[in-house]
Each structure stands twice: as structure tokens, then as C-alpha cells.
């Protein structure tokens, strides 16, 4: 009894942490209910087009609408575009393997075998994941047409079916969203950061003027610190912006979250404010609304010379920290120009071509990743054909969709696949069988179901990637339980199998990516933390090339691989939660450590892009040579200290002792010596623009280095 008494308060507590974690998730914010309008009419649509003219796989398409709808037109637009391809293409190769292997059993499993490598490398291996997870996705929805007893004209017109509905379902949902579009009058990544910022500047506001936060404001900014700016990211990573604004966008975002994670633990900190604190609380908030309206009204918000840290506040220990954010915000966002107004790249040429393939073609980790989904699902397939079991198909489609290169990752996909399939399948879809379709006897009874079942699932798929997966998984096990046939489901056995396939492709792929070669989150993680630092020092050291345009070429194409790398971490971050071992303390602590050094690394990214301006010697920008020189040794002393750090990251996760060389000295002579050079060879106010940014970094740069060897020692 005694340990029965125990154990009950921690379940109190993770019951209480569970509840709060929903409601916070499942809370509204700025554009939620246009984003899950938008999906319900299109959802709706297709279904009534469905279940009217009898189209087959029209749960499929109905579901799409869920994963297509985007916060902005031009993403949806990109994102059908790249769906349709990849559909065409599995269409393609189905189709072309019934002409050639459907006669000979040997050759037709070899077949499909080598279409589930081909999704699952294509996953791995190419940049856009839309398009290669849509091949793998219509070869796994349409592999039961192999086995069946029907004419090969059938399977061709089912295979060309299932083409052309969930084209359909594409032109459905971009139709949808210009629509709305033409109601819409808002920038969703814009007003996401403004959103933040005004909570921000309204808590400082009553702390200026002497005043109690209000409860009000204190909830708004818990909200915005728990489900953090994943949003916006995502809002960031569909949009088609130019690379330059989406990095330093990418950079303001990181800086804002995190002002938004001080500000929420303030009030925690403040005790009686001081009068001198007051008057520096009011000049933060003066500088957040001048990043506010400067960013809803177009413009780049002048960088304050303010910007170096003031003393520490006895009253309000994070003051320092706030002031520190919003400097870097400032110096983000300040003279920012695309190097694309200097000398455009190229549509063609090698950089575009990079940006198709993650790494090398053949890259043994691609090959690694393509085996292990191939062989998971080849025994689903192999599993429902030797029960004579088709039903259960939905195993393949869960091994695809599932898939992630990373054990934290794919688990947590799995989990919220398996709960969303429970809830929607045993839940709403037998639910509703019992008890609400043997009174409905037309298609606007069901209709309003139907709207019911989406719109709850469409809330959830909102959310932040902690709970959005869930969301999905709901509606498609509803739609597969009361679409696929055009009648209302009167066996429960529909239900039973869907949810059945779904365990089936769970375990196959906790069989198969848990035990060969994963690769855990947390030491994935701490990797690609390594790789952003080397990414940064060789940023430092600028391109090689004397051929301006081919050195800004190449500038992309490294700013690219960065930015990547910083998304990687951030979603390697998340996995990490999903992970349980002996390690497991460990990476919990390295991963708080990143999510609090990345947004500074991602500022430091920003004002090295400035600073290759001046190494680039683009218009505007040229410096003497006496200048250059020093600034080049600065670049160089600064890419080892780099360098350095990520060495000792590195040895310190293989367990090998580090002896660090002081670096910080000699970067402190190398930016006198620019500093120096800069105001002898320069005008004065062009030699204290190059001073302030070289000053930035070097703070910045020092700082990161100092705070990571300090909290990364040696073994």
C-alpha cells in the first residue's frame, strides 16, 4: 500500500503535465481557424465528389487536403506541384512493372521490392521530401492490386485511378486556397514573429511604468514559450523566398523565441524593480517596437549604437540576457542586402543541381536507410499476402510514412500513428458505427459528421509537431473506415484491420530501424551540432574563388548546407525526447545546451553573410588592401577558435581528453589590428560600420567558444 501511495502522486503529476500540455497545444492563435476552415471545405469537397460520382481511393484524397493546405498560397502551389511529380512517377512505374513482371511471380515480387527501396532511398537521398514520399506513398497504397484475381486492364485503370483522384484531390485544395487567398490580406510568417514581440514589449511596458504584469499577458507568454516557433519555421521552410531574407528570417526567429523563453521566466526572476532598471526595461521595449513595425511595415529597423551589454540587474537577473537578444535581432535584420542585387546566380549550374540530392548520390547512409524501410515493408507485404490478409495493407503505409533516419524521430511518429489510428479507428470510426450512422439516411446527414470528425482531426494536425502527426493519423483512419466504400460501414471488422496493419508496420519498423544501423537522436544531435560549427568556420575563412560569381555560388550553396544543418539539430532535438536509455540524462542536458546556443549561432551565421560582403569586395563594400589583409588574418583566427571548439565537442563525445590552444588572445590582437587598419584606410563612417559588425561577431564568436568550453569539458 505504501508504494501504491507513492507512485500516486507522480501519476497525479504526469496526468496534470499530460492535460496541460493539450490544452496548451490544442489553444488558438493567429490564423489557426482560417488554416483548419480552409481544410474542412476542401476535405468536404472532395468527399462529397467522392461519395457522389463513386470515385475509387477517395479516403486518400480526402485526407490530402490535410497535409497540402499550407499557411500561404505560394507554398501550396510548390507543394502540389512537387506531390503531382511523384505521383506521376509511382504511376509510371507501377504501371510499367504490371506490363513487364505481373506474369512471372518471381519477377513481379523483385518488382515491388525494388519499388520500396526506390521510395525509401529517395526519401533519404533527395532534398524535397514531398515528392519522393508521395512515389513510396502510391506504390504502397496500390501494391494489394498485384495479387489480385482481376484482368491486367483493371489493375491498370485502379492504378490510373488512384493517380488521377489524388491529382484531383491537389487541384481541389490549391483551388481552395486561392479562394481564400483573395480574403487573406496577412503575412503569416511576418505576423507570427510580430505576435511574439508585442507580448514581449507589453510585459516590459508594465515593468517601465512600474506596474503588475497582468495575468493575462504572463498566459499568453507561457503559451507562446511551450509551443515555441515551430510554426513559423515550418511557415519559413515552404515558403519560396529568397535564400538571403529566409536566413536572416530563419535567424529572427530563433533570436525571438528565444526573447519570448526570458520574458515568460521573468516575472519568476522580479522582485522590486529599480528605478534604473526601469529606464533600461523602457529602452528594450522602445527597440522591440522598432523591430516590430519595422518588420510589419517592410522596412529594416536601423541598428542602434546601443548595443553593447550593460551592467548586471540586481532586481532582474535576465535583463542582460534581453538586452543581449534584442542587440542581435537588431544586428540581423540591419543592412541587410541579398548579395543577388551585386551579381545574380544563375538558374542553371552546378549549385542548382546540388539542391536536389542531400550528399552523394550512392551515399552508403542513403543505401543504409533505403535497405531498412525496404526490408520492413517487403514483410508487411509478405506477412498479408501469406494470410491471405489484404486488408491489413495499411502496414506498408505505415512503415512509409513513419520513416525517418533517426530512432527518436521514427518512434515518435510511430506513437502518435498508433494513438491517432486507436482514436480515430476504435474511437470516432466504431463510434460513430454504433452509434450515430444507423440514424443517418442521406449525404447531408453524414456530411455533418464528416465535418465534425475533420474539423477535430484538421485542430489537432495544427498543432506543433509534438501533436500534429496525431491529427493526421485521425482523419485517416476515419476516412479509411467510412470512404473507402460507397455505403455506410455496418462491420466493425473494417476498423479491426485498419488499426491491426497499423501494428503490423509499427513493429516491422521498430524492428528493423531500432536494431539495424540506427543511429540514436541524441548522438545524431550532438553530430550535426559539430557540423554547424565546421559549416561556420569554413563560412569564416569565405570562398576561394577571384571569380565573383562563381564565389557567391558557392557562398549559397554553403548557406544552404548551414541553414539545413541548423534545422536538422533543431528536429534532431525534438527525437531526442522519444529516446530512452542509460545516455538518456545526458542528451536531455546537450540538448537544452543547443536549443540555447543555436539561436546565437544562427545570428553569428547572419553576420558573417554581412561580413562576406566585404571578403567579396562587392560593390559598395570594397576595402583597401591593407584592410582586407587584417581582415582575412581576424576571419582566420576566428574559424580556428571555431574549429576548435568543435574538436573539443567532438573528443569529448568519443571520450578522447582535449588540450585546447588559447585562441583568444590572438583573435583579440587580429580584430585590433582590423579595427586599427579600418579607421586609417576607410571613411569614418563607413570604417564604424565595418567596426560594429566585426565587433558583433568577435563578441558573439568568443562568448559561444568561452560558454561551450565551459559547459563541454573534457573527459
Given at each position: 500500500?505504501?508504494?501504491?501511495?507513492?507512485?500516486?502522486?507522480?501519476?497525479?503529476?504526469?496526468?496534470?503535465?499530460?492535460?496541460?500540455?493539450?490544452?496548451?497545444?490544442?489553444?488558438?492563435?493567429?490564423?489557426?481557424?482560417?488554416?483548419?476552415?480552409?481544410?474542412?471545405?476542401?476535405?468536404?469537397?472532395?468527399?462529397?465528389?467522392?461519395?457522389?460520382?463513386?470515385?475509387?481511393?477517395?479516403?486518400?484524397?480526402?485526407?490530402?487536403?490535410?497535409?497540402?493546405?499550407?499557411?500561404?498560397?505560394?507554398?501550396?502551389?510548390?507543394?502540389?506541384?512537387?506531390?503531382?511529380?511523384?505521383?506521376?512517377?509511382a504511376g509510371a512505374y507501377v504501371i510499367?512493372?504490371?506490363?513487364?513482371?505481373?506474369?512471372?511471380?518471381?519477377?513481379?515480387?523483385?518488382?515491388?521490392?525494388?519499388?520500396?527501396?526506390?521510395?525509401?532511398?529517395?526519401?533519404?537521398?533527395?532534398?524535397?521530401?514531398?515528392?519522393?514520399?508521395?512515389?513510396?506513398?502510391?506504390?504502397?497504397?496500390?501494391?494489394?492490386?498485384?495479387?489480385?484475381?482481376?484482368?491486367?486492364?483493371?489493375?491498370?485503370?485502379?492504378?490510373?485511378?488512384?493517380?488521377?483522384?489524388?491529382?484531383?484531390?491537389?487541384?481541389?485544395?490549391?483551388l481552395v486556397e486561392i479562394l481564400f487567398?483573395?480574403?487573406?490580406?496577412?503575412?503569416?510568417?511576418?505576423?507570427?514573429?510580430?505576435?511574439?514581440?508585442?507580448?514581449?514589449?507589453?510585459?516590459?511596458?508594465?515593468?517601465?511604468?512600474?506596474?503588475?504584469?497582468?495575468?493575462?499577458?504572463?498566459?499568453?507568454?507561457?503559451?507562446?514559450?511551450?509551443?515555441?516557433?515551430?510554426?513559423?519555421?515550418?511557415?519559413?521552410?515552404?515558403?519560396?523566398?529568397?535564400?538571403?531574407?529566409?536566413?536572416?528570417?530563419?535567424?529572427?526567429?530563433?533570436?525571438?523565441?528565444?526573447?519570448?523563453?526570458?520574458?515568460?521566466?521573468?516575472?519568476?526572476?522580479?522582485?522590486?524593480?529599480?528605478?534604473?532598471?526601469?529606464?533600461?526595461?523602457?529602452?528594450?521595449?522602445?527597440?522591440?517596437?522598432?523591430?516590430?513595425?519595422?518588420?510589419?511595415?517592410?522596412?529594416?529597423?536601423?541598428?542602434?549604437?546601443?548595443?553593447?551589454?550593460?551592467?548586471?540587474?540586481?532586481?532582474?537577473?535576465?535583463?542582460?540576457?534581453?538586452?543581449?537578444?534584442?542587440?542581435?535581432?537588431?544586428?540581423?535584420?540591419?543592412?541587410?542586402?541579398?548579395?543577388?542585387?551585386?551579381?545574380?546566380?544563375?538558374?542553371?549550374?552546378?549549385?542548382?543541381?546540388?539542391?536536389?540530392?542531400?550528399?552523394?548520390?550512392?551515399?552508403?547512409?542513403?543505401?543504409?536507410?533505403?535497405?531498412?524501410?525496404?526490408?520492413?515493408?517487403?514483410?508487411?507485404?509478405?506477412?498479408?499476402?501469406?494470410?491471405?490478409?489484404?486488408?491489413?495493407?495499411?502496414?506498408?503505409?505505415?512503415?512509409?510514412?513513419?520513416?525517418?533516419?533517426?530512432?527518436?524521430?521514427?518512434?515518435?511518429?510511430?506513437?502518435?500513428?498508433?494513438?491517432?489510428?486507436?482514436v480515430g479507428g476504435f474511437g470516432i470510426?466504431?463510434?460513430?458505427?454504433?452509434?450515430?450512422?444507423?440514424?443517418?439516411?442521406?449525404?447531408?446527414?453524414?456530411?455533418?459528421?464528416?465535418?465534425?470528425?475533420?474539423?477535430?482531426?484538421?485542430?489537432?494536425?495544427?498543432?506543433?509537431?509534438?501533436?500534429?502527426?496525431?491529427?493526421?493519423?485521425?482523419?485517416?483512419?476515419?476516412?479509411?473506415?467510412?470512404?473507402?466504400?460507397?455505403?455506410?460501414?455496418?462491420?466493425?471488422?473494417?476498423?479491426?484491420?485498419?488499426?491491426?496493419?497499423?501494428?503490423?508496420?509499427?513493429?516491422?519498423?521498430?524492428?528493423?530501424?531500432?536494431?539495424?544501423?540506427?543511429?540514436?537522436?541524441?548522438?545524431?544531435?550532438?553530430?550535426?551540432?559539430?557540423?554547424?560549427?565546421?559549416?561556420?568556420?569554413?563560412?569564416?575563412?569565405?570562398?576561394?574563388?577571384?571569380?565573383?560569381?562563381?564565389?557567391?555560388?558557392?557562398?549559397?550553396?554553403?548557406?544552404?548546407?548551414?541553414?539545413?544543418?541548423?534545422?536538422?539539430?533543431?528536429?534532431?532535438?525534438?527525437?531526442?525526447?522519444?529516446?530512452?536509455?542509460?545516455?538518456?540524462?545526458?542528451?536531455?542536458?546537450?540538448?537544452?545546451?543547443?536549443?540555447?546556443?543555436?539561436?546565437?549561432?544562427?545570428?553569428?551565421?547572419?553576420?558573417?553573410?554581412?561580413?562576406?560582403?566585404?571578403?567579396?569586395?562587392?560593390?559598395?563594400?570594397?576595402?583597401?588592401?591593407?584592410?582586407?589583409?587584417?581582415?582575412?588574418?581576424?576571419?582566420?583566427?576566428?574559424?580556428?577558435?571555431?574549429?576548435?571548439?568543435?574538436?573539443?565537442?567532438?573528443?569529448?563525445?568519443?571520450?578522447?581528453?582535449?588540450?585546447?590552444?588559447?585562441?583568444?588572445?590572438?583573435?583579440?590582437?587580429?580584430?585590433?589590428?582590423?579595427?586599427?587598419?579600418?579607421?586609417?584606410?576607410?571613411?569614418?563612417?563607413?570604417?564604424?560600420?565595418?567596426?560594429?559588425?566585426?565587433?558583433?561577431?568577435?563578441?558573439?564568436?568568443?562568448?559561444?567558444?568561452?560558454?561551450?568550453?565551459?559547459?563541454?569539458?573534457?573527459?
Amino acid at each position: 500500500m505504501a508504494s501504491i501511495a507513492q507512485a500516486l502522486p507522480g501519476l497525479h503529476a504526469r496526468t496534470a503535465w499530460f492535460w496541460e500540455f493539450l490544452k496548451k497545444e490544442l489553444a488558438p492563435y493567429r490564423g489557426r481557424t482560417a488554416l483548419v476552415t480552409r481544410i474542412v471545405v476542401a476535405s468536404t469537397l472532395l468527399m462529397v465528389l467522392t461519395m457522389t460520382f463513386r470515385l475509387p481511393y477517395g479516403a486518400y484524397a480526402a485526407v490530402f487536403a490535410l497535409t497540402l493546405s499550407r499557411d500561404s498560397l505560394e507554398a501550396t502551389a510548390s507543394a502540389v506541384r512537387m506531390i503531382a511529380i511523384g505521383f506521376l512517377l509511382a504511376g509510371a512505374y507501377v504501371i510499367l512493372g504490371l506490363m513487364v513482371a505481373l506474369a512471372d511471380p518471381a519477377l513481379r515480387f523483385l518488382w515491388i521490392t525494388a519499388g520500396f527501396f526506390g521510395g525509401f532511398w529517395a526519401m533519404s537521398a533527395l532534398r524535397n521530401y514531398a515528392a519522393s514520399a508521395r512515389f513510396g506513398y502510391l506504390i504502397a497504397i496500390t501494391v494489394t492490386l498485384w495479387d489480385r484475381h482481376t484482368s491486367p486492364a483493371l489493375k491498370v485503370e485502379n492504378t490510373l485511378w488512384a493517380v488521377g483522384v489524388i491529382t484531383l484531390a491537389s487541384i481541389v485544395t490549391l483551388l481552395v486556397e486561392i479562394l481564400f487567398s483573395g480574403f487573406k490580406r496577412s503575412n503569416e510568417l511576418i505576423d507570427g514573429i510580430a505576435e511574439r514581440l508585442d507580448s514581449v514589449e507589453e510585459l516590459l511596458t508594465h515593468y517601465a511604468t512600474g506596474e503588475r504584469p497582468d495575468a493575462t499577458i504572463q498566459t499568453t507568454l507561457a503559451r507562446l514559450a511551450t509551443t515555441g516557433a515551430s510554426r513559423i519555421r515550418l511557415i519559413l521552410r515552404r515558403s519560396d523566398l529568397d535564400p538571403q531574407y529566409a536566413a536572416e528570417m530563419g535567424a529572427v526567429v530563433a533570436l525571438t523565441r528565444r526573447l519570448v523563453d526570458l520574458a515568460a521566466n521573468l516575472p519568476y526572476f522580479s522582485g522590486r524593480v529599480s528605478p534604473s532598471d526601469r529606464e533600461r526595461i523602457g529602452s528594450i521595449a522602445s527597440r522591440i517596437r522598432q523591430i516590430r513595425e519595422a518588420l510589419t511595415g517592410g522596412s529594416v529597423p536601423r541598428l542602434s549604437a546601443a548595443t553593447a551589454a550593460s551592467a548586471i540587474s540586481s532586481s532582474l537577473p535576465l535583463l542582460g540576457e534581453l538586452e543581449q537578444t534584442v542587440s542581435l535581432i537588431l544586428q540581423t535584420l540591419a543592412g541587410s542586402k541579398s548579395l543577388l542585387v551585386f551579381a545574380p546566380v544563375a538558374d542553371t549550374g552546378p549549385g542548382r543541381a546540388r539542391s536536389f540530392i542531400t550528399g552523394k548520390l550512392l551515399d552508403p547512409e542513403h543505401l543504409k536507410f533505403g535497405l531498412r524501410g525496404c526490408l520492413a515493408a517487403t514483410s508487411c507485404y509478405v506477412i498479408f499476402n501469406a494470410l491471405f490478409w489484404p486488408e491489413i495493407s495499411t502496414s506498408v503505409t505505415t512503415c512509409f510514412v513513419t520513416a525517418l533516419t533517426t530512432i527518436g524521430g521514427s518512434r515518435q511518429k510511430q506513437i502518435l500513428r498508433f494513438a491517432g489510428a486507436i482514436v480515430g479507428g476504435f474511437g470516432i470510426g466504431i463510434g460513430s458505427q454504433i452509434f450515430i450512422l444507423p440514424y443517418i439516411d442521406s449525404i447531408a446527414g453524414f456530411t455533418v459528421l464528416y465535418v465534425v470528425a475533420i474539423a477535430s482531426a484538421a485542430w489537432f494536425a495544427t498543432s506543433s509537431p509534438r501533436l500534429s502527426y496525431f491529427g493526421v493519423q485521425l482523419a485517416v483512419a476515419f476516412c479509411l473506415i467510412n470512404l473507402l466504400e460507397f455505403k455506410f460501414q455496418t462491420s466493425l471488422a473494417v476498423a479491426r484491420d485498419r488499426v491491426v496493419g497499423v501494428l503490423l508496420g509499427l513493429f516491422m519498423m521498430w524492428l528493423f530501424f531500432d536494431h539495424l544501423w540506427s543511429t540514436p537522436a541524441g548522438l545524431e544531435m550532438k553530430r550535426t551540432f559539430v557540423s554547424a560549427l565546421r559549416l561556420l568556420a569554413k563560412l569564416a575563412r569565405g570562398p576561394v574563388s577571384n571569380d565573383l560569381r562563381k564565389a557567391i555560388e558557392d557562398s549559397y550553396a554553403l548557406r544552404d548546407e548551414i541553414n539545413a544543418t541548423f534545422d536538422r539539430a533543431h528536429s534532431l532535438a525534438d527525437g531526442v525526447l522519444f529516446e530512452f536509455g542509460p545516455s538518456r540524462s545526458s542528451d536531455l542536458e546537450f540538448r537544452d545546451r543547443i536549443r540555447r546556443w543555436q539561436p546565437r549561432l544562427r545570428a553569428l551565421f547572419l553576420m558573417r553573410i554581412a561580413l562576406l560582403k566585404y571578403r567579396l569586395q562587392a560593390p559598395g563594400f570594397e576595402l583597401p588592401d591593407a584592410v582586407r589583409v587584417r581582415q582575412e588574418a581576424y576571419d582566420d583566427a576566428s574559424a580556428r577558435l571555431l574549429e576548435e571548439t568543435a574538436d573539443r565537442v567532438e573528443k569529448q563525445l568519443a571520450g578522447i581528453a582535449t588540450e585546447a590552444e588559447d585562441l583568444h588572445q590572438l583573435l583579440n590582437r587580429r580584430l585590433q589590428d582590423a579595427d586599427a587598419e579600418a579607421f586609417r584606410g576607410l571613411p569614418v563612417t563607413q570604417a564604424e560600420s565595418f567596426a560594429t559588425l566585426l565587433h558583433g561577431i568577435d563578441s558573439l564568436t568568443d562568448s559561444l567558444a568561452t560558454e561551450i568550453a565551459t559547459e563541454v569539458p573534457g573527459p
